[in-house]
Nanobody
């Protein structure tokens, strides 16, 4: 059983910062890409940032320059540093991890966290 547990959300004033964390645990052979999505009320879930096992990153255009994704492979943890928060960043943030369960398996699966609420007040 694989679990992803997020932390670090909360209520922040516009212009403030937050650091979200997501730790994966369970029967894991390797973790490929990890990343963060967000979903605001009435909107579709959208990709915020993604990082490969080798550290290559991708960011949504709407957050470039304000958000940094990083990971600690020794802890199976991905982080999202969000600066200069705006009210439009208000959303539930979900982490995901593309995980291979078994050594030698060509297959991997996406696992998701339960989501953490980020609310930015103006």
């Amino acid at each position: 059983q694989v679990q992803l547990v997020e932390s670090g959300g909360g209520l922040v004033q516009a212009g403030g910062s937050l650091r979200l964390s997501c730790a994966a645990s369970g029967r894991i052979f390797s973790i490929n890409a990890m990343g963060w999505y967000r979903q605001a009320p009435g909107n579709q879930r959208e990709l915020v940032a993604r990082i490969t096992s080798g550290g290559r990153t991708n960011y949504a255009d709407s957050v470039k320059g304000r958000i940094t994704i990083s990971r600690d492979n020794s802890k199976n943890t991905v982080y999202l540093q969000v600066n200069s928060l705006k009210p439009e960043d208000t959303a539930v943030y979900y982490c995901y991890a593309d995980i291979t369960l078994n050594s030698g398996s060509p297959f991997s699966h996406d696992y998701w966290g339960q989501g953490t609420q980020v609310t930015v007040s103006s």
